[in-house]
């Protein structure tokens, strides 16, 4: 198994802090840069799983580099470079801690919560009689505060702004953006044979005052696919959809009694199990992109990154 990617600790020029998520790790170089190492961590259920998965912090960067330049024409974001397969270096940013999720579909948490004769999403009204995986009228914000341990938690518009946590002003900037980005995504995914059923994107201010798009951008750990062929056919059946996202790990976790709560363990890893997620980001990654995958030369990932890392940082 190649060499997997589950935490870094550098010692970067300028260096100020590192902060650890739960898959990137991020450098502030002097309040002037983030450095944004994604790793090979997954998560689910807001829980680090005890095992990397080869090559998911190259696909996750990639990808979102590729969303990130298709998407700058609605609005600014952070990317300055990516001078490494797994990393991507853009303006430093106070984040906001609220992650901006938008459905297209009613599917995954959406639908679990539904299920429960819930009606209200976020503040959203949700209308009777829907099906697991139907398409919303238009599609829907849905907000989570961004929990520095433990679980997300949904949050309405109101509540938000409520708590100062986005001011309100800035909120409908937001909105506007994520609405559009949505929208852009949904295009792009359709022209690859794939429906965009859901999302989150993270925004900041940047030192000038303006809010840019940060983070990573319609990758399989921000978002769900269809796949658009057959999807109509399986829905009408009540079957479930062919899907590339993160979805199948938390189905998988699920089968096997794990969804994150006190006293639950998380199911052997086998390394067949973290091969065949490995190939699923990969399939995502060459679906998405239209573009086949270049592994990366992972033999020594670590002082393959930081020389990256530094070679841009010294040349600033």
């Given at each position: 198994m190649s060499n997997i990617l589950t935490r870094t600790n550098f010692n970067l020029p300028g260096q100020k802090n590192l902060y650890t998520g739960k898959v990137?790790?991020?450098?502030?170089i002097n309040d002037e840069y983030l450095v944004m190492v994604a790793s090979d961590r997954i998560s689910a259920f807001d829980v680090v799983l005890p095992k990397g998965i080869p090559f998911k912090g190259q696909v996750l960067n990639q990808i979102a580099a590729k969303f990130l330049d298709a998407t700058a024409d609605i609005c600014?974001?952070?990317?300055?470079?990516?001078?490494?397969?797994?990393?991507?270096?853009?303006?430093?940013c106070k984040i906001y801690?609220?992650?901006?999720?938008?459905?297209?579909?009613?599917?995954?948490?959406?639908?679990?919560?539904?299920?429960?004769?819930?009606?209200?999403?976020?503040g959203v009204a949700i209308p009777d009689g829907m099906k697991e995986h139907q398409r919303f009228p238009e599609p829907i914000i849905t907000p989570t505060t961004k929990a520095q341990e433990g679980h997300d938690e949904d949050i309405s518009e109101?509540?938000?702004?409520?708590?100062?946590?986005?001011?309100?002003?800035?909120?409908?900037?937001?909105?506007?953006?994520?609405?559009?980005?949505?929208?852009?995504?949904?295009?792009?995914?359709?022209?690859?044979?794939?429906?965009?059923?859901?999302?989150k994107y993270e925004f900041g201010k940047g030192p000038d005052g303006k809010i840019y798009l940060c983070d990573e951008i319609h990758t399989p750990d921000s978002s769900r696919y269809?796949?658009?062929?057959?999807?109509?056919?399986?829905?009408?059946?009540?079957?479930?959809?062919?899907q590339l996202s993160k979805e199948f790990v938390r189905e998988w976790?699920?089968?096997?009694?794990?969804?994150?709560?006190?006293?639950?363990?998380?199911?052997?890893?086998?390394?067949?199990?973290?091969?065949?997620?490995?190939?699923?980001?990969?399939?995502?990654?060459?679906?998405?992109?239209?573009?086949?995958?270049?592994?990366?030369?992972?033999?020594?990932?670590?002082q393959r990154i930081e020389k990256n890392i530094l070679k841009f940082l010294l040349a600033q």
């Amino acid at each position: 198994m190649s060499n997997i990617l589950t935490r870094t600790n550098f010692n970067l020029p300028g260096q100020k802090n590192l902060y650890t998520g739960k898959v990137r790790d991020v450098y502030n170089i002097n309040d002037e840069y983030l450095v944004m190492v994604a790793s090979d961590r997954i998560s689910a259920f807001d829980v680090v799983l005890p095992k990397g998965i080869p090559f998911k912090g190259q696909v996750l960067n990639q990808i979102a580099a590729k969303f990130l330049d298709a998407t700058a024409d609605i609005c600014p974001n952070w990317k300055i470079s990516t001078p490494d397969p797994n990393v991507t270096i853009g303006r430093f940013c106070k984040i906001y801690p609220v992650e901006m999720i938008i459905r297209g579909y009613l599917t995954g948490s959406s639908w679990r919560t539904y299920q429960k004769g819930i009606r209200n999403i976020c503040g959203v009204a949700i209308p009777d009689g829907m099906k697991e995986h139907q398409r919303f009228p238009e599609p829907i914000i849905t907000p989570t505060t961004k929990a520095q341990e433990g679980h997300d938690e949904d949050i309405s518009e109101e509540e938000l702004i409520a708590q100062g946590l986005i001011p309100a002003s800035g909120y409908q900037l937001i909105k506007q953006y994520t609405l559009a980005l949505f929208q852009r995504g949904t295009e792009i995914a359709q022209e690859k044979g794939l429906i965009l059923v859901d999302t989150k994107y993270e925004f900041g201010k940047g030192p000038d005052g303006k809010i840019y798009l940060c983070d990573e951008i319609h990758t399989p750990d921000s978002s769900r696919y269809f796949y658009l062929d057959g999807y109509e056919e399986r829905f009408s059946r009540g079957e479930p959809q062919r899907q590339l996202s993160k979805e199948f790990v938390r189905e998988w976790l699920m089968a096997n009694g794990f969804m994150g709560k006190e006293g639950q363990q998380v199911p052997e890893m086998t390394d067949s199990w973290i091969n065949e997620i490995s190939e699923r980001y990969i399939e995502l990654y060459e679906v998405i992109t239209g573009e086949k995958f270049q592994r990366a030369d992972n033999r020594d990932i670590q002082q393959r990154i930081e020389k990256n890392i530094l070679k841009f940082l010294l040349a600033q």
